[in-house]
């Protein structure tokens, strides 16, 4: 099955500066990557997705970006707000899975004003 | 996307007893839904997936007998703990599979004592 490394495990910052999430899958027959922000006691929101026809997507101050050779993809949040502060997690989909969400082990982001 | 709510959002109970968890999908017809487990500070891990009118896919060391799941309609899973005991206690998921990508509840805080 598909396994999803993510790092790093917490990741601090100060307001306005970039933050970047990476994460490696191992199935290359999956073929679309969400993007989840999750605070604490509440159910995670998709921030952003790509997919695997894609390299890269940008939305606002979110970016995404994929490559499928290295089977690894990327978040990059930019102009960072102490409201981005919350757990990301990458996420992956093989196509032969009946669409199961397969999940990285989550990134705590600090925005420090 | 679809609008996914659970009940209840928190329950309390003594070890021993059965706790039933209802997913509901409001506006969204969802032949497919996923249960996951999530305790503090890890990821969500998918438990099974709820197929409508069939008998539920379990992960690889979770217990069917004891993580009961029906999903009898299009609209509704629930998922029953049975004999529930203090190393139940998380924060459980549902979410429904939409025609791009899951869509979460709000989730269903288990307390057991």
């Known amino acids: 099955g598909e396994n999803v490394e993510q790092h790093p495990s917490t990741l601090s910052v100060q307001e306005g500066d970039s933050a970047v999430i990476k994460c490696t899958y191992s199935d290359s027959a999956s073929n679309y990557f969400p993007w989840y922000k999750q605070e604490l006691g509440k159910r995670p929101q998709l921030i952003i997705d790509i997919r695997s026809n894609v390299g890269e997507k940008k939305d606002q101050r979110i970016a995404v970006t994929l490559n499928k050779t290295a089977k690894h993809f990327s978040l990059h949040i930019t102009e960072t707000q102490p409201e981005d502060s919350a757990v990301y997690f990458c996420a992956a989909v093989s196509s032969g899975s009946a669409r199961q969400l397969t999940f990285g082990s989550g990134t705590q982001l600090t925005v420090l004003p | 996307g679809a609008v996914v709510s659970q009940h209840p959002s928190r329950v309390i109970c003594k070890s021993g007893t059965s706790v039933k968890i209802e997913c509901r999908s409001l506006?969204?017809?969802?032949?497919?839904m996923f249960w996951y487990r999530q305790f503090p500070k890890q990821s969500l891990m998918l438990m099974a997936t709820?197929?409508?009118?069939?008998?539920?896919?379990?992960e690889q060391g979770v217990e069917k007998d004891k993580f009961l799941i029906n999903h009898a309609s299009l609209t509704l899973s629930t998922l029953t703990v049975t004999s529930a005991h203090p190393e139940d206690s998380s924060f459980y998921i549902c979410s429904v599979l939409g025609a791009d990508t899951q869509y979460f509840g709000p989730g269903t805080r288990l307390t057991v004592l």
């Open positions: 709820s197929n409508e009118g069939s008998k539920a896919t379990y």
């Open positions: 506006d969204f017809q969802a032949t497919t």
